[in-house]
């Protein structure tokens, strides 16, 4: 059996979820020079009080992973151990990369060794849902609980609508829940309104390691700011509607592969 299996959006459960998280800052190098300090140093900018990441150290097709625990804390309790998340990235140039979000199928000792013996804390499955059995739960545990794909890219002001005065690193997904279980959770602890404070505080990390000059932009119709950053989310009952939507179709311009080509 192969390391991974991949999760793609269709397979999901649910409302189809798209969102974009940006950043404006003071150009001070060229595109690809910030890009790829992005891509090299990209768990350094993840590590926040609301998540963590690493380069993988299993590869899937031959392709880089990243794999990821995000913080659920309550009463100062980490209830979203022993569970994490793995995405490959399966697309890139010189500005831009996309990952896919992947189920693990190898052997974790300290995770599956937990869940299979009934001690799954995480209320993403354990406690929100009762699952059948100790394999179960194994299964579940092992998936990325999103479905879909997430790109990044770092390019001039103009390609997103702004002025060529500022640069913009920008994060854009299309997902949907990889299972009926964590589409339930979500209704409980709500597991999508974690995520804009994971890409938010990523968009900060990056601009204040790197040194640079956030500059303030004007918000279009629809969109938030927060932390300094601007974003938007917009859920779809289906993927036609998804496709119609004008910001969808401004994003899926601008990232390699948002959707699979089926």
Known sequence: MADFTDLPVNDGVGNWHFNRFRIAFDPQSAPATLFANLIGRFPTYINSSYATAKWGDVQYNGRRTIHFHGYAKYIGIDVGQPHTDWVAIIDSNAVSFTVQTLKREFWDTK????????????????????????????????????????????????????????????????????????????????????????????????????????????????????????????????????????????????????????
Do not use: C
Request: net charge neutral; proline share 4%; glycine share 8%.
């Open 111 to 262: 995770e599956d060794l937990e869940t299979s013996v009934g001690i799954l804390a995480i209320p993403i499955v354990g406690a929100v849902v009762a699952v059948g059995s100790a394999i179960g739960g194994a299964h579940y545990n092992r998936m990325h609980f999103l479905a879909g794909r997430r790109a990044w890219r770092i390019d001039n002001g103009s390609v997103f609508g702004l002025s060529n005065d500022v640069m913009v690193l920008e994060t854009a997904a299309v997902e949907r829940f990889s299972a009926h279980v964590f589409n339930m959770a979500d209704s409980v602890i709500g597991l999508e309104k974690r995520l804009p404070n994971v890409w938010l505080s990523f968009l900060n990390n990056f601009v204040n390691q790197m040194g640079l000059k956030p500059v303030d932009q004007a918000l279009k119709p629809r969109w938030k700011k927060d932390m300094g950053a601007m974003h938007i989310e917009l859920s779809f009952t289906n993927q036609v509607n998804l496709m119609g939507d004008p910001e969808f179709v401004d994003a899926n311009k601008l990232y390699l592969s948002l959707l699979p080509k089926w």
